[in-house]
Structure formats: structure tokens, C-alpha cells
């Protein structure tokens, strides 16, 4: 009996479910068409809705993260009290892994 009752409270919760993504639908095609009649009705080109997507969008996220970054605020307090100063030599670009030597004076 337990079995049954359970199986019958999924059923339901899946209908409710699928009545409101089918709720959902049913706004979105009417307001499409709304947009669509009041184009039609105003002598406007209907405009589609799009999003806009440029795929080098990532590529430039990750080289942005790559770059050395000013110092912020709580960094250059940070160095203060340290007694170090806060300005940071930036290193020649495509070279992080080795740090600068100073010269021998041969």
C-alpha cells in the first residue's frame, strides 16, 4: 500500500510538473506573439530575439587572468607593514617562472 501511494505521489508532483512547464510555454508564445502583432500593427521589422555569443569571449577571460595585476589597496597596506615596498617590478612578458638575476658586473 505504501508502494502505491508513493508511486502515485511522484505521478502527481511529475503532472504538476508538467503543467507548469507547459504554463510556462504557453506565456513565452504569447508574448512572442504579442511582439509580434504590435510590430506588425506599428509598421515595425519584427526583431528576433537573440543573444549575442562571441566565442573568443573565454579566450580572452583566461589571457586577461594570465596578465600581472596592478597591486590593490589591502596589498599595498599589507606591504607597509611588512616594512617592504609596495611596488612590484613587472616581469617581462611570457617569462614567470624565473626570476630576474642581477647582473655580475664582468
Same mark, same amino acid.
Given at each position: 500500500m505504501v508502494n502505491f501511494l508513493v508511486r502515485l505521489i511522484l505521478f502527481l508532483f511529475g503532472l504538476v510538473f508538467a503543467a507548469s512547464l507547459a504554463v510556462a510555454l @504557453?506565456?513565452?508564445a504569447m508574448v512572442w506573439g504579442l511582439r509580434y502583432a504590435w510590430a506588425r @500593427? #506599428? %509598421? /515595425?521589422? &519584427? /526583431?528576433?530575439w537573440v543573444m549575442r555569443f562571441d566565442p $573568443? %569571449? %573565454?579566450?580572452d577571460r583566461f $589571457? !586577461? !587572468? %594570465?596578465r600581472p595585476r596592478e597591486p590593490s589597496a589591502a596589498d599595498v597596506a599589507s606591504a607597509r607593514a611588512r616594512g617592504h615596498s609596495p611596488v612590484r617590478l613587472r616581469e617581462p612578458d611570457? &617569462? #614567470?617562472d624565473v626570476p630576474v638575476k642581477p647582473d655580475r658586473g664582468d
Open positions: @504557453l506565456l513565452l @500593427l #506599428t %509598421g /515595425q521589422p &519584427v /526583431q528576433p $573568443r %569571449g %573565454g579566450f $589571457r !586577461a !587572468a %594570465g611570457g &617569462v #614567470t
